[in-house]
Each structure stands twice: as C-alpha cells, then as structure tokens.
C-alpha cells in the first residue's frame, strides 16, 4: 500500500498491518510490538517526505512468507531532496546523545522530535523487530522489519 | 482512539490525564498543553499515561519536551504508567532513568513532596 504523507494516515497504516499481522498468524503477544515498530517506520518516513517531497506517497509492503511476516516501508526523501541525510528527519542534528538534558526549548513551535535524538524512532524498531534491516539507498531509507508468523499470507 | 487531554491541580500539582493514542499526529496537542501549563506557571507536573493506549518515540519526544521546560524552571515532570507495553518503550530508549515512572496519582505526588 501507499499512503499520503500526512500524519493522520499514520495511524491507518498502523492499524491496517496489525490487522495483517493477526490474519498471518503472527502471534498475539507480538502484535503490539508489530504496531509499534510499524507506526514508528511510518512516522519517520511521514516526516521526510513532508520536509523533502510531501506529494510523493509512503509505501508499505506486507508480505508473510516461510514463516515470517515481513513488513518493508520505504520513503524517498533522499531522491528528492538529494541531501545524504535527508533519510532522518532533523538531518540528525542532534543525534547520538541519548540524553534528555541540554538546553531548554525557547519556541513553542519546536517540532516535537527535537526534544530527542532523530534516530530514537529508529532504535526503537530495532529494540522491537525479531528482525530488522535498515538500508539506506539513493532513493531513501528502506526499513524492513519482519516477525514469525505461523501462516504465510498474501 | 483519538487522545483526550484533561488537567487539573492537586497538592499543589498540576496532573495531566492523557487517554488515547500519542503518535505523530496526536502529539502536538499534548505538547502545546505542557508549553501552556508551563507558561502560565505549573512547574511541578504529573503526567497520567494510566488510560494511554499507544505511546510512540514522537510521544516520548514531547513528554522530553514537557521535562526540560519545567526543568528549565526548577520544576518536575514524573508519569504515572503501570502498562507494560507502554512501559516497555520508555526501557527501550532508557527513559526510564530520565523519569520517575509511578503507578499512580497519589504516589507520584507523595513523591515529588518527600523530594522537597
């Protein structure tokens, strides 16, 4: 599927793969984790092409195959804006701290991801996927996650 | 669900009872709740996560947001959240040493008086 990059969708899109998630036998106990991680790979890739090419759509692949239920959501932020870090929202200016001190915030305006490091949404994928490959391609990020399922689906 | 955002004082404290879904597209509402209660002087804060159903890193970014603002002012900003899954997130970023994560209202604001 291909959504708009607005955030509103993101929650559909979130909701649509714990649905295929559960139709693929992915267990319960997982789905939590499939959304999650699912909505965070949206979420970022939402605000890069926001910043860099809000007409072109996000893409979402759901595909459940030899026992794994793999979801790939790709952006094409760095294609169309031709920065190397154009891929992470913030262009990670304030990445690789992980802390939440520094200096406070001084305008109301303040995107909400700037308060933590760009990359946290990413570490959160990989601290919830069984699996997860992050590709950084000429086009963009491409976030593949998967997890057992215990029927292979579409 | 969508979020709903509701505050009131008690002891002293300003609690914000949050119920839905913070994500991208919720976020915002609860940060310019905090940069308003921030503003008109409420420093010392509880966050109420107990009726919230999804939490993502944009959600952990303004709850960040909110700490440093009351930070800046000397204040506080602790949770209350016995939910796992929501629990979980803030084990995976290693928020969980940033805040004081309480199970509830009472013990969070009993807390926060023992600290003064």
Known sequence: MSFTPLPAHVRTARLVAT???????????????VRLAVGEACSRAVEAHQEH???????????????RFEVVVTDT???????????????????????AGGEPPDAAGEPDRQ?????????????LADDVEIARTKAGLSIRMSWPSATAAS | MDLKLDHHTKDGIEVVDVEGEIDVYTAPRL??????????GHYQLVVNMEKVEFLD????????????????????????????????????????????????????????????
């Open chain 1, 19 to 33: 649905a295929v998630a559960r139709r693929s036998g992915v267990a319960e106990a997982l789905l939590d984790e």
């Open chain 1, 53 to 67: 090419c809000p007409a072109e759509p996000v893409r979402v692949a759901l595909t459940g195959t030899n026992g």
């Open chain 1, 77 to 99: 932020a760095v294609q169309h804006n031709g920065a190397a870090d154009a891929a992470v929202p913030g262009g990670g200016a304030n990445g690789g701290s992980g802390e």
């Open chain 1, 115 to 127: 308060a933590v490091p760009a990359e946290l949404g990413l570490a959160v994928i990989e601290g």
């Open chain 2, 31 to 40: 940060r310019e709740l905090l940069i308003e209660l921030v503003n008109i």
């Open chain 2, 57 to 116: 890193s944009t959600g952990l970014g303004v709850l960040v947001g909110g700490l440093k603002r009351v930070r800046a002012h000397d204040g506080s900003l602790d949770l209350v959240c016995t939910q796992e899954r929501i629990l979980k997130i803030f084990r995976i970023t290693g928020l969980t040493k940033v805040f004081g994560i309480h199970d509830s209202v009472d013990e969070a604001i009993a807390a926060r008086k023992s600290e003064k």
